[in-house]
């Protein structure tokens, strides 16, 4: 008996499709509006209601402003490093990424200059969001099968990918050398224990992702507290042994071959994301153009799906029988 196609899930709605960035951070654009009409509310004052000597008006309009720049842009930057700075638009094409759109299995590379400034005091505070689709694991099997990677080698942060042999996603994050906890032993990880830190780089592990169906990951890097949620829910949570590295140069997709699917709507934030915000990027579901693209290369393959073979072996292994469904 022929297995059948695989069904893709297809959710009915999803983000705006296409590439679009957002250049400047609304927060900041509010604060220099707002410092703006305070140092036209200042010059009104001293320079036409004031009856000062011009001297004087001048060096007290010059001390307000820069008191009122100070206030302004203070509390902007701390409230950013609270909260987050600018995020991106969707950094991927409408149609999402594959070993084969991904230059030749070079990876797609999203320029830094598109990607928000991390947030924080220590600068290490973001997150990233995507959707994905993985056919299969016989793409590459017993090679690691990278998702995306910001940095290099021994220096990056993230380094997202999955495993060589099993369904499992892997958030690789290169912290400062010399870290508590490095260079072999494991460090703590609050929600379940799949982690490892070995040669000043932690791993934080998620098992049993989902084939043939598009679920969604969403990484969260707050200080030394990495949070991983798919399909919206806090699936992982580790401790990194040390301070994150910081992580510079292109953002690269489905870089080395990728993997055997579909790399979609990936939204990239200067902040830690909350699980609100996991969640409402979960229930925006997919690019819809994403979801048909794959829908019709699924369908075009041979068979779509697994056989299954069972066989009668003798004493020695040797099959004496077998059938294949």
Not at 14 to 27: L, R
Request: proline letters at 6%.
């Amino acid at each position: 008996m022929s297995s059948t196609t695989p069904t893709v899930v297809a959710p009915q709605k999803g983000p705006a499709s296409g590439v679009s960035v957002t250049v400047m951070d609304n927060g900041f654009v509010i604060a220099t509006v707002i410092f703006g009409v305070a140092v036209l509310g200042l010059g009104y004052y001293y320079f036409f209601r004031s009856e000062d000597p011009f001297t004087t008006r001048l060096t007290w309009f010059a001390i307000a402003v820069a008191v009122m720049a100070l206030i302004t842009y203070g509390v902007y930057f701390i409230y950013s490093g609270a909260t987050g700075g600018a995020s991106t638009g969707n950094l991927t094409p409408a149609a999402g990424v594959n070993p084969t759109t991904a230059n030749s299995g070079n990876g797609l590379a999203v320029p830094g200059s598109s990607l928000p400034v991390a947030a924080g005091t220590s600068g290490a505070n973001y997150g990233v969001q995507w959707w994905m689709y993985v056919q299969d694991w016989n793409y590459k099997f017993g090679q690691q099968k990278d998702v995306i990677m910001l940095g290099s080698v021994g220096k990056s942060n993230p380094h997202v990918y999955l495993d060589s042999v099993d369904n499992t996603l892997c958030v690789l994050v290169n912290v400062m050398s010399g870290a508590s906890g490095a260079s072999g032993s494991s460090a703590p990880s609050p929600v379940g224990s799949d982690g490892s830190a070995v040669d000043d780089k932690f791993t934080c592990k998620v098992k049993n992702v989902p084939l043939q169906t598009w679920f969604s990951v969403s990484v969260s890097v707050n200080g030394r507290n990495v949070d991983i949620y798919q399909d919206g829910l806090l699936v992982r949570s580790c401790l990194l042994p040390g301070v994150p590295q910081t992580a510079s140069g292109d953002l690269i997709l489905m870089g080395n071959g990728g993997y055997s699917g579909n790399l979609a709507g990936l939204y990239a934030y200067g902040r830690a994301l909350t699980p609100s915000d996991a969640m409402a990027f979960f229930s925006a579901g997919p690019p819809a153009a994403a979801v048909s693209a794959t829908a019709a290369s699924v369908a075009t393959l041979p068979s779509g799906g697994y056989n299954v073979k069972l066989a009668v072996v003798d004493a020695t292994g040797q099959e004496i029988n077998k059938y294949t469904f």
